[in-house]
C-alpha cells in the first residue's frame, strides 16, 4: 500500500514552545491530508483538513491560531503546535489519499507530543 | 450527524478462536476501511470495502451497504491480533468509531 511517513515519532517539549510535525506522502501526491488528534483509550478525532496551496479547514472547537497547518506541496503538510501547554500533550496522526482516486487513505505513524 | 458504531467495545479471546466484530453506520457509506492500531499507535489498514466480501489470510470483512453495516472476521486468533480494531466511514475525512478492544490471551 500507500506509504505516509509522520516525523517525529515522539517529541517532549516545554511549556511555551512551538512543535512542528511533519506528514509526507512518500509514493503518491495528495492535494488534500487530515490531522487527527487521539487521547488515551479514546478514538481519533478530526482536528483539521489539510488543502494544498489554500488554508486549511479547522473542524469545531480547535483553535488555528494554536495548530497551525501549512501544506506547500503535494506531498507535505505540517502541523505545527504553537506555545505548546500540557494540555496539549497528545497522540497527533495523520492521513492521506492518492489525490488521483478516492480510494483508500493512509496514516503516518503518529507522534507522541508531551508537553513539560 | 454522521454515527459510526462499533461493537462489542471490548473483547477478549482464548488464542486459537475465532471473532466477529461490528461496525453500524448511520448513512449511506461512501467508503468503509477497518484498521489494526498497534501497540505503538501504529494504524494499519485492513480493508477497503464499500460493498462486499473481501478476505486476507486469516482476516476476512462484509459490507452490506444498504443495511448499513460492516463485520471483520478474525479466524484462528493469535496472540499479535491484539490491539484496537477501528472502523472509519469515509466522506472526504474519515469518521472513526470508538474502536474494539481486543485481547488475544495464550
Known amino acids: 500500500g500507500a506509504v505516509v511517513s509522520q516525523h517525529p515519532s515522539w517529541v517532549i517539549c516545554k511549556s511555551g514552545t512551538s512543535v512542528k510535525i511533519e506528514c509526507r506522502s512518500l509514493?503518491?501526491?495528495?492535494?488534500?491530508m487530515f490531522w487527527y488528534r487521539q487521547f488515551p483509550k479514546q478514538s481519533l478525532m478530526l482536528m483539521a483538513t489539510s488543502n494544498e496551496g489554500s488554508k486549511a479547514t479547522y473542524e469545531q472547537g480547535v483553535e488555528k491560531d494554536k495548530f497551525l497547518i501549512n501544506h506547500a506541496s503535494l506531498t507535505l503538510s505540517t502541523l505545527t503546535v504553537t506555545s505548546a501547554h500540557p494540555e496539549d500533550s497528545s497522540f497527533y496522526i495523520c492521513s492521506a489519499r492518492d489525490h488521483r482516486a478516492n480510494t483508500e487513505a493512509f496514516f503516518g505513524q503518529g507522534t507522541r507530543l508531551t508537553v513539560v | 450527524g454522521i454515527q459510526v458504531e462499533q461493537s462489542p467495545p471490548d473483547l477478549i479471546l482464548q488464542e486459537g478462536a475465532n471473532s466477529t466484530l461490528r461496525c453500524n453506520f448511520s448513512d449511506s457509506v461512501n467508503n468503509l476501511q477497518w484498521f489494526h492500531q498497534n501497540p505503538w499507535g501504529q494504524l494499519i489498514n485492513l480493508f477497503y470495502i464499500p460493498s462486499g466480501t473481501k478476505q486476507n489470510g486469516r482476516l476476512s470483512a462484509t459490507t452490506v451497504a444498504t443495511e448499513r453495516y460492516s463485520l471483520l472476521y478474525i479466524s484462528s486468533s493469535q496472540t499479535t491480533d491484539s490491539g484496537v480494531y477501528f472502523c472509519a466511514r469515509s466522506q472526504g475525512n474519515l469518521i472513526f468509531g470508538k474502536g474494539t478492544k481486543l485481547s488475544v490471551k495464550p
Open positions: 509514493d503518491f501526491q495528495a492535494t488534500t
